[in-house]
């Protein structure tokens, strides 16, 4: 009979125990003032669109310079070249070959 006591007394220490605890989680999850968002220190953008990154340190990165219009027609161009002086090499390669 002492044994079930014990156990009796031990469950509802227990049972009050995870109660307390519950109540504990309640008062967490109902204090969360941003539900959805990640807590953070984030500042919105006043321009909506990321142009420069700044870190902590407060210096900023601006990213590569941009190709100018003149300097991409050139790539495409040289692109063009080497895949025609491919195309010349393959041709002779081909030529060189004897029959059997």
Same mark, same amino acid.
Do not use: W
């Given at each position: 009979?002492?044994?079930?006591?014990? %156990? =009796? !007394? $031990?469950?509802? &220490? $227990? $049972?009050?125990?995870?109660?307390?605890?519950?109540? &504990?989680?309640? !008062?967490? #999850?109902?204090?969360? %003032?941003n539900?959805?968002? =990640? +807590?953070?220190?984030? @500042?919105?953008?006043?321009? /909506?669109?990321?142009?420069?990154?700044?870190l902590?340190?407060?210096? @900023?990165? $601006?990213?590569?310079?941009? +190709?100018? *219009?003149?300097? #991409?027609? *050139? @790539?495409? !161009?040289?692109?063009? %070249? /080497?895949? *025609? @002086?491919?195309? #010349?090499? *393959?041709?002779?390669?081909?030529?060189?070959?004897?029959p059997?």
């Open positions: 009979m002492e044994g079930l006591e014990a %156990q =009796f !007394t $031990q469950m509802s &220490q $227990q $049972q009050r125990t995870m109660d307390f605890q519950i109540g &504990q989680l309640a !008062t967490t #999850v109902g204090n969360m %003032q539900k959805g968002k =990640f +807590p953070s220190t984030t @500042k919105p953008n006043p321009k /909506e669109h990321c142009k420069a990154i700044e902590r340190s407060g210096t @900023k990165y $601006q990213g590569p310079p941009l +190709p100018s *219009e003149d300097n #991409v027609e *050139e @790539k495409a !161009t040289e692109i063009e %070249q /080497e895949k *025609e @002086k491919d195309r #010349v090499e *393959e041709i002779e390669e081909d030529e060189e070959i004897e059997c």
